[in-house]
Structures are given as C-alpha cells and as structure tokens.
C-alpha cells in the first residue's frame, strides 16, 4: 500500500513538475494573503493527496494542530506522538517512515550528520526575522548574550550546507530546523508544604526538605538539575552545567549519592503524571517541574507553584525539520506546512498549555488579549483563562509565576542537553540510581 | 476417554475409505509438530539473540553503531560496581519474593484443592483469586500508590487508630512496597502450578496416609509436598523469572531510587547505547538461564509433567 501511494506520488510529481514549480513562484507572491485562510486554490489539485506524516513527542504532537493544518492547507497532515527515547529510536532508524521530525533541540546532537534530515534554506522561511532571537542570534532582544551552556539552540540552529549534515559554527543560509516550540523550566514546589520561601535552586538539596524532594529520572536532565543545584550552593563550580567534563561528572554524581544516601530524594520520576502525582499527593514538596504539571496540580485546587530562582532557569526547546527523504513536491509541501506552523494558531494553541512559540507576535493574532496578557505579558489574568480544550486552567486576578516572557526567557542559566561525554554519564548515572 | 474412543473410531473409519496409503515417517511427523512452536521461537527469540550477541561486541558513539568485534561492553559491564549491585538487589528481591509466595501460594493451593468440598465452590474461589489478574499488571502495581503513600489510605488508618503519630515513610517508595507489589502481582503465579499438581494427588493416598497412622503434619512433608514438587518448581521458575526480568515495578514502587537489571539497560537503551544494552541483556539471558538450570537440575520438571 505505501509502496504503491509512493510511486504514484512519484508519478504525478513528473507529470507536473513544470506547471508545479510555475505555480509555486506564483504562490508564493500571494502567500502572504494566503498565509491564514488556506493556499491558493489554483494549485490545490496538485497537493491534495500529499499528506506529510509528522513525528513528535507528546509536548508538540497535538492533533487538533493536524487537524487544523489540514483544513488550512489544502492537503493531509497527520500527527503520530511517541515518547521521546522511541521517537529519537525512530528518527534514526527509521527516517523515511515520517515526513515531518519535530525534535527536541538537544536531540538534533545525535540526529545532524546521520543523514537522517536535510537544511532548510533560510529563503524558505517566512518568519526568520520574527523569530525569537535567542534563536537566531544567540541573544535577548537589549542585545545581551544568551547563555551557551549545554545545547543552546543558537549553536544548533546552522548548517554548513544543504544536505544539513554538521553543524555551522556561525549564521548560514541553512537551517537543521524552524524554532517552534520553548519554555523556561524551574522548580516546582507546594508553598504551603515548604514552610519557607524557596528562592534557590540550592534549596532542591537543602536538608530542610529531606525526604521530600525529587528528580526527574533522566541522565541528562536530572543530573544539570543537580548540577544547578551543587553549583548555587557553593560546592563546584562548572565550566559548562550541560556539558560537563568527566571530572565535573564524578565529582557531581559522588555529591548526589551523598545527597541521595542522606534520604534527600523521595522520588524519580519518570513521566508527566508520576509529577502531578508527586506534588499533588504531597510525597514531594520541591522538584523539578514542567509548566503544564504545574497547572495540572493546581487546576485539582492545589497550590503550587513553577518558582523563578536566582541563578535562572533551564530553558528547552523544539524545531521542525524535513526528512531527508523528502523532494519536489512534498518538500514544497514541508516548506508551506512549516511557514503555516510558525503562523499563529499552533503557537497560540501551545500557549495556553504554557509554552512559548517560536514567533510570538504571530501566536498573538490567535490569542485573545487577556490571554496574550496572561502568558507572555506576565499581567493578571483579566478572565478566567482556559486550557487549549477548554478546561479552565487559572482563575481571573492571577498571574503566571515568573513574570513576563523575557523575564522568564531572558533568564536561562543552561539549556537542556546532551552531554559529550554522555557514554560516560550515563553509566555513571547508573552507578548513582544503583547507590 | 470418550474422545479417545471416538479418534480411535475415525481412524477406523478412514482406514476403511482407503485413503491414499502415503504415510509419512515418524520422524517427519515429530519434526512438523514440533516445527510451528520452533519457527515462533527461532524468530522471535533465538534470531533476535543472535543479533544482540553480535551487536553486544560493536562498537559504538553518540552518532552511531560500528560492527566491531571488542570486548569494551563486556569490561565496562562486568567492572562497574553497578552490575554487581543490581544482581544483588534483584537476587535479594527474587528470593525474599520466591519464600513468601512460596509460602502463601502453597497454603491457598492447599486450601482450595483440600479444604474446598464442593468443584463449585472451588471454581468460585479460583476465580476470585483470578479476577484481579484481569486487569493490567500496570494498573496493579499503581494502584498500590495511594494506598501506600504519606497521606494514603492506610496511614490513614493507621493515625485513626492512633498506632502512629506521624505517618510512615518507609511504605512507599522503598523495598518495602516493592516487595508488596511483587507478592500481590505473583502469587497467583504460584498457586496455579501448585494446584495443578496437587489437583493430581489421589485422596486415596492421603487417606491411606491417615489409615497408616501418620499424623497430618507427615501427610503433608511425606506424602503432600513430596507430589507437589513439580508445582512448586514451576511456580518458582514463574516467580523468580518475572522478578530478575523486572522493570516497572522496582522502577515505580521504589520511586526510581532502586534499579533494577532490566532498568540499567533502560537507561541505556533511551541514551542510544545499544552496544552496551546488548551486552547487559545477553549477561542477564546467561544469568538466568543458569539459574533456571539449577532450579531444573534439582526438580527434573519435564519428567514429572510427563508422568
């Protein structure tokens, strides 16, 4: 069956390909009416039996946004969500199975050079220069240099040609993927549990909350959360939190089987709900967090809150990229998915789940005021402010923890990462859970 | 007997219609019968072990896997203290676990193929330790949670009562509730084959037992366990290969602060070192299989099935 829609995609592509590439250059003078209201119907005939597969993770896999694109685009897209160690399983070895990766940043390190996905040319892209910043020039709109610790978007975002097979020490024209997706992580703790304000990451391995802590159940995440903890509390001092050194390594994880054996820890956890859970349950009083547990617990009428710390946040963030399998017209197709995905209502639509689009001012012409107010301006919610599906998510008068968008993104101490050395870590990882 | 008797009619029957005399030889007819389970077998476990051994001496880096023949794997393996840690902890969960699902899954064995008078009521009482087993091992293992936790059910209780004043920690997240988890997802694993066996023990033996003077606690070492035996090895083959082979249970009820063999490899499987995660899985294959060896070795299990 796929054999076969493959080679009849292959067919229609030849026939067509001179009105297609015509129509193309026409198309793309009226794309910005185009933008929101669907494409040109003159070259839908051609399009219409293209469906792009996209791949992803949970956090980004949405399938009203399929939905949605489908109806704006004129051709199908389907959504396929698997969790991340699978879906990065899938992306290597079975690449030419989906159309669309939508990966997590510190990812594209195992997936750049293994001929997995190709550049996208810059021209392609409609919105570069309403991207965040932080992307594209590795800095907060004042002009301050973001943070380079662990994977930082910047130092991914470039490659040296089209096939997008290494990465690019500077700015090219080439592109390993469009920023669609980021947030600032921090500590989640239950204020009326901790007894004490928590304004340190310190305070994750401060003997106060012994028993009553928890990590994620990840090398590399949990061990920079550690890290930023070690490190606000004065014991080391790293060169690079998301890329340590092996001797950073084992002085790091012989400090946490210490903290661990002290009975600091009451949990790992290794999905979103063993986290609601946690805190919702009151196991835990402080831990690392994702904004939508956050919510989660708070919408069971629980306090909690996602605490903005001194020594900043741990910032992550997602891209979209074509497989490298894709050509002609389904390429063409990429390119119109992936302008449409950075155009507004994807971006909205992760929004109200708390995270940030990579154009924002374009997320806002599908935001209601008080929404765009509420996420990105840090103010009060003047209404009550509901979930993507309409459930509500925070009563009118409160406001996000952390302020505003750049208060919150203009703060990231390090960036979610995988490590060079992360043979090493992860054994060692091992030897800490075993301890 | 009766459909034994009706096979053995058939085959007269047909014998009679003079089918075709093409006959195959015997040997041929046992390697057909046994072919359908071996092809399952060859493809779905022997191949894919192949491959893990093969792939289990590669070498291997963030980017890729290379076909190598080193023994790096192996090394880093057998000299982290890691492994020999988890060995231990699962060997010690395995054993703590065999003993007293031994001891339960003896006991209701007993209970519901002796005590129980009527096949009714036995077929109830089965079914009652069965119905939870319907629902997913997952959902069994998670619903212990809240009733284990610090603000759960049963310290709850416990606070009503005013047995303690604080809540206790240790019940969840700690061996304690891993061990809990195990017994409750694997007794029945022993009641089965226990029963089964003592299902096939004539009462006439046991009433000549008692006929002969032996008092009931003789009845059972001499007569009862000693017929039991087959039972009991297969409930524990059961038992201690679902421990060793363990993941979600240390992984969840342990709160992530245990591991277990199989989560090492986890671990190391969603970080994309598949070189290193062969070699770990091909050292538990081999740990296994030598343990369920002995276990064979002392109670031949092939040969009391057959009998």
Redesign the interface.
Known sequence: MAANSKGSDAGRMRKRAITRRSLLRGASATAGLAAFNGFPTVWAQNIKDVTLLHAGTPVSAIQPIADQATKDLGFTVKMQMTENADILNRYLSQSSSMDVGDISIMYLRYLVGRNVLQAIPVSKYKFWDQTIPLFTKGEYPDGRKASLQGTAPFSVLFATGPDGQKFADGPTEWLTGIPTITNADTLGIRPDLTGRPVSSWADLISPDFKGKAALQDNPTIGVIDVAMAIEARGDLKYHNKGNMTRDEIDKTIALMMDIKKSGQFRSFWASFDQSVNLMASGEVVIQSMWSPAVTAVRTRGIPCTFQPLTEGYRGWGYTLAPMKHLTGLKLDCFYEYMNWYTSGFPGAFIAREGYYAGVPENAKKFLTPAEWDYWYGGKPAATDIVDPYGKLMEKAGRSRDGGTFWERMGNIAVWNSVMDEDRYLTRRWNEFITS | VTTSERAVEVTRERRQLKLPAFRLSPYAVSWLQVSPLALVLIVLFALPTVLFLVISFFD?????IYPAFIFDNYR?LLT???TI??YL?SLRFAVIVWAITLVLGFFIAHFLIFHVRTGMMRAVLFLLCAIPFLTSGIIRTIAW??FL????AFNQILMKLGIVSHPL?FL??SDFAVIVTYVHLFTLLMVGPIANAMAKIDPALLEAARDAGASRWRTMTEVIIPLSKTGIALGSLLVFTQVMGDYFVV?TMS?????SIV??LS???????YPPASANAMVLVAFVAIMVAAMMWIVDVRKELVS
């Open positions: 291997y880096d963030r980017t890729g880093e982290t203290p890691t840690r988890v902890s949670i809240p936790g610090r603000n759960g920690d969840l997240f992984k709160g992530g602060q245990s591991a989560s090492t671990t190391e499987i969603q970080a994309m070192q």
